[in-house]
């Protein structure tokens, strides 16, 4: 399962996406968006989210 992002609570900081290894993530509306097809679920977004808003999916 790749990892998901709350809009609610992204504040588009770029962290995460500077944090991919795989670039999975982008900031295209200025909110983090992962590519499910290139994400390893590694978990490197969801430590460094100041606000908590990437997890791993279920």
Known sequence: MAAVVND?????CGAC???CP????????????VDADTC???GAC????PTG???LGD
């Open 22 to 33: 795989t670039g999975a993530i982008t900031l295209p509306d200025g909110k983090a968006v």
């Open 8 to 12: 609610d609570m992204c504040i588009g």
């Open 17 to 19: 996406e500077g944090a």
């Open 40 to 42: 390893i679920d590694c």
């Open 53 to 55: 808003a990437v997890t």
């Open 46 to 49: 969801v430590g460094v989210c």
